[in-house]
């Protein structure tokens, strides 16, 4: 592909090393911007340089927030014995748009998977453990993705904390195999968190 301008270019291509959007993708978006006001181009550039900059993790959750508590953690209404173990933020998001969980999280911020050089120690499972050790948790619900990586880091977890005392579940097969938790429709994801089923049994099941 060839530019007029080097400015364009180096615009395309930071553009194009964004996921899912290729070279033509990113050339239709930069021309767009170019098209609009500077102040709104200002204004993206802003929130974009904000974003990176102050952006933060909760010190409970490791969900992004914006404080050092997010706003899940610090409301009191939230039941603090039950524990929701996610891989992202955007997993928070689909959940809590079910409106049927009113529990914490606890955000791994990834998964399992030794094709992408990912081990646990990537992962925030010790700071997982040691909150089951603290004895203030009743239940952990397992709602990674329903793929091999979800289930290994899942089961990961399991050995790490199974000796200790506490509860755990997985939400149910609601959700196809394969299938990420951010694609699936609220009443079925609701239903997989309202319906879940002990841990051990969908050991059982596989």
Partial sequence: ME?????????VYEMSQLPGIGKRTALRLVLHLLKQPASQTD??????ESLRNQIKFCSNCHNISDVALCEICANPKRDTSLVC??????DVMA??????YNGL??????????????????LSINSLVEKVKSGTIKELIFAM???????????????????????????????????ELE???EITLGRSIINR????NSLKAQ
């Fill in 85 to 90: 173990v996610v891989e992202d933020i955007r």
């Fill in 183 to 185: 694609y699936a429709d």
């Fill in 145 to 179: 993705s329903s793929t091999m990586e979800g289930d290994t880091t899942n089961f990961y977890i399991f050995k790490q904390i199974q000796d200790l005392e506490v509860n755990t579940s997985t939400i149910a097969r609601g959700i196809s195999v394969g299938d």
């Fill in 197 to 200: 089923i002990p841990f051990e």
């Fill in 105 to 122: 999280y606890h955000v791994l911020g990834g998964k399992i998977s030794p094709m992408e050089g990912i081990g646990p120690q990537d």
């Fill in 95 to 100: 959940i809590e748009n079910t409106s049927q």
């Fill in 3 to 11: 530019f007029s301008s080097k400015l364009l270019e180096n615009a």
């Fill in 43 to 48: 204004r993206l550039a802003r929130s974009l």
